[in-house]
């Protein structure tokens, strides 16, 4: 479960202090599925990117299961995010010759996860998004939402 408090997220341009994110307080319980829309520079991305934990906030907590990202050091932060968080990025960071199936379980191979497991997991990854008639199909041949 996500639990964000009070989060803000500020960059420099120039002299000028750009607010990305001001306050956001934000609970996303396990299973809940959330839809972020809003205007081009309304802080979309910026979200995403602290509940990655791919950028840290300037003021605020990001509690992931009860652990602060913000407050993570570098090595443990990276750990959360291999065992913990998923990403699913379209075709520009895609393994153009690996199948779907393929380039999903690249992502378990750090975590010292066997063949037949990651084979498995990422298997049913695809199917639980609706992707399990297109596992054995390379990124040219699927469309940027799949």
């Known amino acids: 479960m996500y639990e964000l408090s009070g989060v803000t997220k500020q960059y420099r341009r120039g002299k000028e ?3 990305a994110l001001a306050g956001v307080d934000l609970t996303i319980g396990e ?6 829309k809003g205007p081009t520079g309304g802080g ?9 934990g791919l950028d840290r906030p300037t003021a605020g907590s990001i509690l992931l299961d009860g652990t602060d990202l913000a407050r993570l050091g570098e090595a443990k932060l990276t750990a959360v995010r291999g065992r913990t968080i998923g990403f699913v990025f379209q075709s520009f960071n895609l393994i153009p010759t690996l199948s779907a199936l393929e380039n999903v379980e690249t992502a378990l191979v750090p975590l010292g996860t066997k063949a037949p497991e990651r084979r498995e997991r990422a298997a049913d990854a695809l199917r639980s ?9 390379v ?4 469309s940027g939402g799949q």
């Open 17 to 19: 202090t750009v607010d």
């Open 31 to 36: 299973g809940d599925r959330l839809v972020i």
């Open 44 to 52: 979309k991305s910026t979200l995403l990117q602290m509940l990655g």
């Open 129 to 137: 998004v609706g992707l399990g008639e297109r596992m054995r199909h």
């Open 139 to 142: 990124p040219s041949e699927m």
